[in-house]
């Protein structure tokens, strides 16, 4: 009797960004007891985006802590934890809230590796939702990518889909050091996307093409990639093969991946919402410049948002990159 190989249709679930998160969460804690939740509403609330919500009545209160109004603190004792072999991960209700805990962060988190010549590790993640466009009230809009990426020792993820909030979360969570995990709020629960039912990984410093393109590359990363593929469409209808790519992560960065596309279509416009002066942009720039400059037939554009506090709600619109504005980019980098 002969036999026959059966395959098996992998299992999917259709879920948001916030879902997609939970979902990470639950699997991370269920495969592995020293994760633990620390944050302001994590448990009885789910997290003020619902983030976390049923992970207290499955896990207990020992595994998913909510903490007092104290940023310092939860970092802190989240230190003491992962030196103690717990791998804690903690949410930061908004990126704004994140002051009173950079101390921590920047200070002793990102140097613990480096402090103990590479004996000790702190495996464990921070998240905070950041990005505007919810009209939020003060310190709820910020993003401050800029000061983790200028502190070595912290990796950085950014995801832009269900997918890879699963996927890099998970990696995160598995990851010896500490990683600064942020999640654009703004499309939290904008759209749904199949994502595999089981545990999977989406490894850390590898860039998506989110879209192939030929004349010109939109560089983005969370809430920003959408924004790029609205204006990729946009010049499509006007004949611009416009390839779009995703970076997933900051640090590590896939340099190769932004290095490669710039050389590809000679034409570069990277979108991000924190303020343009300093921001990741001018990093990414500056980078596409050594490597690439002369295959570049236009200088490098960057849509941002402004160098101003961000605004209340009346006037975030104007303050935060759309796609009109990409558009007027690219045109200027075609037209140069």
């Known amino acids: 009797m002969s036999a026959h190989a059966t395959t098996t249709t ?18 991370e804690m269920q495969r592995d007891e020293r994760v633990i939740i620390l944050g302001e509403d994590v448990g009885k609330d789910g997290g003020v985006f619902r983030a976390t919500e049923g992970l207290l009545d499955e896990f207990g209160e020992r595994r998913v802590m909510d903490t007092p109004l104290a940023e310092s603190g939860i970092v802190g004792t989240s230190v003491g934890l992962a030196l103690a072999g717990f791998r804690p991960v903690v ?17 002793h988190v990102a140097r613990f590796r480096h402090r103990t010549f590479g ?10 939702p950041y990005g505007g466009g919810i009209h939020a009230p003060e310190h709820h809009s910020e993003s401050y990518e800029s000061i983790f990426l200028n502190t070595p020792g912290l990796k950085v993820a950014v995801p832009s889909n269900p997918y890879d909030a699963k996927g890099l979360l998970a990696a995160a969570i598995r990851d010896e050091d500490p990683v600064i995990f942020m999640e ?8 749904r996307q199949d994502v595999p039912a089981e545990p999977y990984t989406v490894e850390f410093g590898t860039a998506r093409v989110a879209k192939e393109g030929a004349n010109l590359t939109l560089i983005a990363y969370g809430a920003m990639v959408r924004v790029a593929m609205d204006a990729a469409e946009v010049l499509q209808k006007d004949g611009v093969s416009a390839e779009v790519l995703d970076l997933r992560t900051l640090n590590p960065l896939d340099k190769d991946a932004v290095i490669g596309s710039a050389r590809k279509t000679g034409r570069v416009v990277i979108v ?25 037939l236009a200088p490098v554009q960057r ?3 402004f160098d101003v506090t961000f605004p209340l709600p ?23």
Request: positive net charge; glycine residues 4%; charged residues 20%.
């Open 10 to 27: 992998p299992q999917v679930e259709k879920l948001t960004i916030a879902q997609a998160v939970k979902a990470a969460l639950r699997q």
């Open 91 to 107: 949410e930061i209700q908004f990126t704004g809230f994140v002051y009173p805990a950079l101390n921590q962060l920047l200070a």
């Open 119 to 128: 004996r000790m590790h702190l495996p464990m993640v921070v998240r905070m």
């Open 184 to 191: 654009p709020k703004l499309i939290y629960r904008a759209f």
């Open 272 to 296: 991000h919402e924190a303020p343009r002066t300093a921001g990741f942009g001018a990093e990414l720039s500056a980078l596409i410049m050594e490597h690439a400059l002369l295959e570049l």
């Open 303 to 305: 849509v941002a948002g």
């Open 314 to 336: 009346k006037i975030e619109g104007h303050y935060m990159p759309s796609a009109a504005r990409v558009v007027r980019a690219a045109r200027a980098a075609l037209e140069f």
